[in-house]
């Protein structure tokens, strides 16, 4: 089996969500082998940043929490569909009705995201999956949804 990381690179200057400096990480060495210690770095980071999965709590009052998440569930068969040819920022039941997803399926949708030019800045339209393809997903038994969307 081919396994594909698709984390993106942690980096100081790297995009984040509005191009928020609070939300950008900061990589503290707190020592170092100039002062004859061990080479130590403290790394603050916003949970949104880059690569990462929002769990309910994030939308969703008393939502379930990352410590309720197996994360070896992240390891594992993926289907990915190119959703590149959208031209609109937002993706919608009517565009992934007729995609061959199944309950439980684990998937990624592939958009222009992927090519911005992050040099540019923060994205403001980016392209994001809204209530009616969340929904959808949920009505077809992605867990994923299923619990993120749980208010629907
Ligand atoms: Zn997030």
């Known amino acids: 089996m081919k396994i594909h990381d698709i984390s993106m690179l942690i980096e100081p200057e790297m995009m984040v969500y509005k191009d928020a400096d609070i939300k950008k990480p900061i990589f503290d060495v707190i020592g170092n082998h100039q002062t004859g210690s061990a080479h130590e770095t403290n790394v603050t980071l916003n949970i949104h940043t880059g690569t990462h999965i929002d769990m309910p709590l994030h939308m969703i009052k008393d939502g379930k929490t990352l410590d309720t998440f197996d994360i070896r569930r992240m390891i594992t068969p993926c289907k ?8 609109k920022n937002v993706i919608t039941a009517d565009d992934i009705k007729d995609l ?3 309950k439980d399926d684990f998937i990624l949708f592939k958009t222009r995201n992927s090519f911005y030019d992050k040099s540019q800045g923060f994205d403001y339209d980016f392209v994001y999956l809204d209530e009616s393809g969340a929904k959808l997903l949920k009505n077809i038994g992605n867990q994923w949804c299923r ?3 749980a208010r629907y």
């Open 80 to 87: 990915v569909f190119d959703l590149t040819y959208l031209e």
């Open 100 to 102: 061959p997803i199944q």
């Open 147 to 149: 619990d993120r969307y």
